[in-house]
């Protein structure tokens, strides 16, 4: 007996570890995935990034874009990855942001999916789908504020602007000062890039740019299950701690968990059950959930430091957008006390809508994130 614990000791360790290097090596492939990207828009587009991308120049639109390639891929960080990636090839920053900002929406799919899981018992479903809902409704009014803000003041332009002047200033666009992972990249890149070049710089291009999503997918889903199964446990204990200590803690605690788990939906998705099922009352887990926004802009800062060359300074610009943006709305709404409670309001009446009439569910799905994005597009 003493024997075969001992013997099992050693495995488990070295399982351990297998998982902490296969995480660093998923960690390194998204770095690599979002150099392709930014290499691929550079070679297929030249210097027209500006004008491919005029379909999106409406504000609007580029929110559209970003909410729903969120909620198709279902993980803001891979969508902002491939924005800081587009960037760094050319896409200008004012149309990068609003699409930045419609990341954030839609993201919060999943949690309206975990909650139909207590579609069968009326209460536990109320609380569920609230519980589900008010990341959307908080998000949809931080955009509602912020955008409108962006497009007559740009504030998140002119503060992302302020924290990378120091680059500016300089003139060191391509960020050499701060390259440390751009060595372990470029090479690898580089030999990537080289037999794709047969094709013709639009068409060697264009398959970079689609190798460097897939990579990015993979790596941030690989990455999403390995930080679960290292740091579950670790999250869960905090989360514990954290319920209804006040909303500053809520929210701190809600970003550590985002960061440890590298996923703002496995984050608020633990919510829903615990609150459906009645352990959590809505209102504490509100500060948590509105971490979580907070918590998952790490990925993109990271993404930000793999990309090199003259537009590196935006990437991490936009990566800071994305930062910025959720600390600027987690600020001004909880902050207000008539704005705090909207999301409360809004998650409570639709989920009294949805007791009553189930078709609602899929009635709030389809038209946020299909048929409103699939018209503003049409008519923009």
Same mark, same amino acid.
């Given at each position: 007996?003493?024997?075969?614990?001992?013997?099992?000791?050693?495995?488990?360790?070295?399982?351990?570890?297998?998982?902490?290097? $296969?995480?660093?090596?998923?960690?390194?492939?998204?770095?690599?995935?979002?150099?392709?990207?930014?290499?691929?828009?550079?070679?297929?587009?030249? $210097?027209?990034?500006?004008?491919?991308?005029?379909?999106?120049?409406?504000?609007?639109?580029?929110?559209?874009?970003?909410?729903?390639?969120?909620?198709? /891929?279902?993980?803001?960080?891979?969508?902002?990855?491939?924005?800081?990636?587009?960037?760094?090839?050319?896409?200008?920053?004012?149309?990068?942001?609003? +699409?930045?900002?419609?990341? $954030?929406?839609?993201?919060?799919?999943?949690?309206?999916?975990?909650?139909?899981?207590?579609?069968?018992?009326?209460?536990?479903?109320?609380?569920?789908?609230?519980?589900?809902?008010?990341? *959307?409704?908080?998000?949809?009014?931080?955009?509602?504020?912020?955008?409108?803000?962006?497009?007559?003041? &740009?504030?998140?332009?002119?503060?992302?602007?302020?924290?990378?002047?120091?680059?500016?200033?300089?003139?060191?666009? #391509? +960020?050499?000062?701060? *390259?440390?992972?751009?060595?372990?990249?470029?090479?690898?890149?580089?030999?990537?890039?080289?037999?794709?070049?047969?094709?013709?710089?639009?068409?060697?291009?264009?398959?970079?740019?689609?190798?460097?999503?897939?990579?990015?997918?993979? %790596?941030?889903?690989?990455?999403?299950?390995?930080?679960?199964?290292?740091?579950?446990?670790?999250?869960?204990?905090?989360?514990?701690?954290?319920?209804?200590?006040?909303?500053?803690? &809520? /929210?701190? #605690?809600?970003?550590?968990?985002?960061?440890?788990?590298?996923? #703002?939906?496995?984050?608020?998705?633990? +919510?829903?059950?615990?609150?459906?099922?009645?352990?959590?009352?809505?209102? !504490?887990?509100?500060?948590?959930?509105?971490?979580?926004?907070?918590?998952?802009?790490?990925?993109?800062?990271?993404?930000?430091?793999?990309?090199?060359?003259?537009?590196?300074?935006?990437?991490?610009?936009?990566?800071?957008?994305?930062?910025?943006?959720?600390?600027?709305?987690?600020?001004?709404?909880?902050?207000?006390?008539?704005?705090?409670?909207?999301?409360?309001?809004?998650? !409570?009446?639709?989920? !009294?809508?949805?007791?009553? $009439?189930?078709?609602?569910?899929?009635?709030?799905?389809? %038209?946020?994130?299909?048929?409103?994005?699939?018209?503003?597009?049409?008519?923009?």
């Amino acid at each position: 007996m003493n024997q075969a614990t001992t013997s099992a000791a050693p495995s488990t360790g070295s399982s351990h570890w297998l998982r902490w290097a $296969n995480l660093a090596f998923m960690l390194y492939l998204l770095l690599l995935a979002v150099s392709l990207v930014s290499t691929g828009f550079k070679i297929s587009t030249g $210097n027209h990034a500006k004008e491919l991308f005029a379909f999106a120049s409406h504000p609007i639109a580029g929110l559209m874009i970003g909410m729903v390639a969120t909620a198709l /891929i279902q993980s803001s960080s891979t969508v902002t990855s491939i924005i800081v990636g587009l960037v760094a090839g050319g896409l200008p920053v004012g149309i990068a942001i609003p +699409m930045i900002m419609g990341a $954030n929406i839609g993201t919060t799919v999943t949690n309206t999916i975990v909650s139909l899981g207590h579609i069968r018992n009326k209460e536990e479903f109320k609380r569920a789908f609230a519980s589900a809902t008010i990341h *959307d409704f908080f998000n949809l009014l931080a955009v509602a504020i912020f955008l409108p803000l962006e497009m007559m003041f &740009g504030i998140l332009a002119k503060t992302s602007q302020w924290l990378v002047s120091p680059f500016l200033a300089t003139g060191n666009l #391509s +960020m050499k000062s701060l *390259d440390f992972i751009g060595p372990l990249t470029k090479p690898v890149a580089a030999a990537i890039k080289e037999p794709l070049l047969v094709f013709g710089n639009q068409v060697g291009g264009a398959i970079l740019i689609a190798l460097g999503v897939l990579m990015l997918f993979i %790596s941030i889903t690989v990455m999403g299950k390995l930080m679960k199964s290292l740091m579950v446990g670790r999250a869960r204990e905090i989360l514990k701690s954290a319920i209804g200590r006040g909303p500053l803690h &809520g /929210i701190f #605690s809600g970003s550590v968990v985002t960061v440890l788990v590298q996923s #703002s939906s496995t984050t608020t998705s633990l +919510m829903v059950p615990l609150v459906g099922s009645g352990v959590l009352k809505i209102r !504490d887990v509100y500060p948590f959930t509105v971490g979580a926004n907070i918590g998952t802009c790490i990925t993109a800062l990271l993404a930000a430091t793999a990309v090199s060359g003259e537009f590196a300074v935006f990437a991490l610009q936009i990566a800071l957008v994305h930062l910025v943006f959720n600390i600027f709305a987690t600020i001004l709404i909880f902050g207000v006390p008539f704005l705090r409670e909207i999301p409360l309001k809004g998650s !409570d009446y639709i989920s !009294d809508m949805a007791i009553k $009439n189930k078709s609602v569910v899929f009635g709030y799905l389809a %038209s946020v994130f299909i048929v409103i994005p699939a018209a503003v597009l049409t008519f923009t």
